[in-house]
């Protein structure tokens, strides 16, 4: 089981604290109250997604001996206009530098997108992800 506890600091602050020790302040736009201190929790979904699969990739792209110089993603979400104005789209762009061959980075994001990312696999929204390595994108949507 997994526990975290997350704490009312007045006004829309709250700050999460993990098992593993971690502070994550979150708040609200100053337009609903908010003091924008802090993540909001919708864009706390997006980075844990990211992070999530990140760090599945990495460890599929390590594990075939690959060296990845660097890597970074850029994540979008498209929210339902009612609510509870859930994400209904996310797309994931992952821009890899290093030695890699195409169709293996092509694997290790299948594998996290289809088995791997527990993240990924407990959204209700259909997400979606392209790559480029070395500044050259893809030729696929994955």
């Known amino acids: 089981m997994m526990k975290t506890t997350v704490t009312w600091n007045g006004n829309m ?19 609903v109250g908010g003091n924008d201190s802090g993540a909001r929790p919708m864009e706390l979904l997006l980075h ?10 990495i ?3 390590q594990k075939m001996r690959l060296d ?17 104005k859930r994400f209904t789209d996310i797309h994931i762009h992952y821009a890899l530098e290093g030695d890699l061959p195409e169709e293996k980075v092509i694997r290790a994001i299948r594998l996290s997108k ?3 990312c527990s ?9 979606t992800a392209s790559y480029s390595i ?9």
């Open 134 to 142: 070395n500044g050259i994108r893809g030729k696929e949507t994955i």
């Open 119 to 127: 993240v990924s696999h407990s959204l209700n929204a259909a997400v």
């Open 13 to 31: 602050s709250f700050s999460g604290q993990s098992a593993s020790g971690v502070t994550i302040p979150m708040d609200a736009a100053k337009d």
């Open 68 to 84: 990845v110089r660097s890597f970074s993603m850029e994540v979008e979400g498209t929210r339902a206009d009612d609510h509870p």
């Open 59 to 61: 460890l599929i792209l």
């Open 114 to 116: 289809e088995k791997y």
């Open 48 to 57: 844990a997604l990211a992070g999530c699969t990140g760090i599945d990739i």
